[in-house]
Nanobody, 116 residues
Framework: QVQLVESGGGLVQPGGSLRLSCAAS????????VGWYRQAPGKQRELVAS???????NYADAVKGRFTISRDNGKNTVYLQMNSLKPEDTAVYYC??????????WGQGTQVTVSS
C-alpha cells in the first residue's frame, strides 16, 4: 500500500509560517485526492484542506485565506503552506489518501505548535 510521511512541523510564534510536506511512496500521489487533517488535544480530527488529482482545492473555513495546499508530482509530495498561524492551529497534522487502491491511508502525523 501507499505510505505517507508528514514532515515540517515544529514550534512557531503566532503570525509565523510553516510548510508541511506529505511524501508518498508505493504509489503516484498525483493520481489521488489528498487531504490534510489536524487533531488538537480534546478535539475531533478535522479536515483542513484537500486537493484533487486535477488540482481543485478546498479549505476549512478556519484556515481559508491562510493555508494553501499544493502538490509537486515530480517529488510525489503534497504540501500545506500555513501562514498567519494562530495558537488555535496547534495540532497534530495528518496527511490522508482516502481512496488509494489499497485503502484509506494515513501518515503518522507531524506536530505543529503555535505559541509565543
Amino acid at each position: 500500500q501507499v505510505q505517507l510521511v508528514e514532515s515540517g512541523g515544529g514550534l512557531v510564534q503566532p503570525g509565523g509560517s510553516l510548510r508541511l510536506s506529505c511524501a508518498a511512496s508505493g504509489s503516484i500521489l498525483g493520481r489521488y485526492y489528498v487531504g490534510w487533517y489536524r487533531q488538537a488535544p480534546g478535539k475531533q480530527r478535522e479536515l483542513v484542506a484537500s486537493i484533487t488529482s486535477i488540482g481543485i482545492t478546498n479549505y476549512a473555513d478556519a484556515v481559508k485565506g491562510r493555508f494553501t495546499i499544493s502538490r509537486d508530482n515530480g517529488k510525489n509530495t503534497v504540501y500545506l503552506q500555513m501562514n498567519s498561524l494562530k495558537p488555535e492551529d496547534t495540532a497534530v497534522y495528518y496527511c490522508n489518501v482516502p481512496y488509494a487502491f489499497s485503502g484509506d491511508i494515513w501518515g503518522q502525523g507531524t506536530q505543529v505548535t503555535v505559541s509565543s
